[in-house]
């Protein structure tokens, strides 16, 4: 049975929503690995055990990052392309960090020397210390507004800059987000590893933990007193053709506050993100690493919904001209374009969940030191 359009509308924000949530807790464990790659490992033997922990699973982790991308376009096409405009070099930036996974997994231990297997270990770091980053930059910079705006001919405008980005707030943004995925990354290494490598990444968790609060407990506060936020005043009659600009938006102080006073159920999001870090911290010191990779799972989705749910019905704000701003309402796809994808998304996420499933079922075991030498040749 088809759905009407504005459940629709709403129906595919919440599986973008979650769509980001499999990213961040499948791709991001593998980023926060590599993240930690250079400081867990000591020995070219035990940096051999971090990367084969996600050896056998990051490239389908990689799923999650392309779905929920190709879902932002087919469902958003107007956010698609106006972020694009503005966040382009960004993108870029990613991109080619992105190049240095999937050449440093296959060819860092092809060559038996220390400098060559130091430099991939580096280009393994850099290309999962960067993405996180920019992405929670992104995030920040759509709290603060994007500077666009629509022509007459509804062409986005982009009156930024790439250095303007990097501001601050946006900063503390990308904190966040690395901070959490390292977090991630440290639960898994200390469930997947054993002795030295273990107590390693389990002093990581609590470093990593107390990053996050902090800083996520400071982006809140900032968020609350110091950026203003967006609220619809007057929105376009039931019914009428979705249009970015035939609605009033007001810019104000605590705007972005106003859905958790409204609706308190969703207090449940920013708690979820810090009792989880809590429990995943607690977990990991009393030694159950299988619950403190379960709680930092649940971080990520407490922090993408808490953003989420503060901006909502905003996906993307525009600082130079509020009425222009890009809302879950006006920057969708056809009813018929949203109802296909739905029928897609209900077969075959299923199928990326299963497989994922018996993937890690199958493949699940501790990497230790004695298997990677005794198949030097084999493992990455």
Known sequence: MLLDYETLKFVWWLLIGVLLVGFAVMD????????LLPFLGKTDAERRVIINTVGPHWDGNQVWFITAGGALFAAWPAVYAASFSGFYFAMLLVLFALFLRPVGFDYRSKLDASQWRNSWDWALMTGSVVPPLV??????NLLQGVPFHYDDIMRPWYEGSFFGLFNPFALLAGVVALSMFVLHGATFLQLRTETVIAERAARAVQISGLVFIATFALAGIWLAVGIDGYRIVEAPAPGAMPMPTA?????????????YSRYPL??????????????????SRAGRAGWAFFASALVQAGVIFTAGLAMFPFVMPSSSQPNHSLTLWDATSSQLTLNVMLIAAAIFVPIIIGYTFWNFRKMWRVVTVEEIEAHSHSAY
């Open 28 to 35: 991001g464990m593998d980023m926060g690995v590599g993240a």
């Open 135 to 140: 992405f929670g930059i992104a995030f920040g």
């Open 247 to 259: 609605k009033t938006v007001e810019v104000a102080a605590g705007a972005w506050l106003e859905n």
């Open 266 to 283: 969703t207090l449940l999001a920013p708690l979820l993100g810090f009792g989880a870090a809590i429990l995943a911290m607690l977990a």
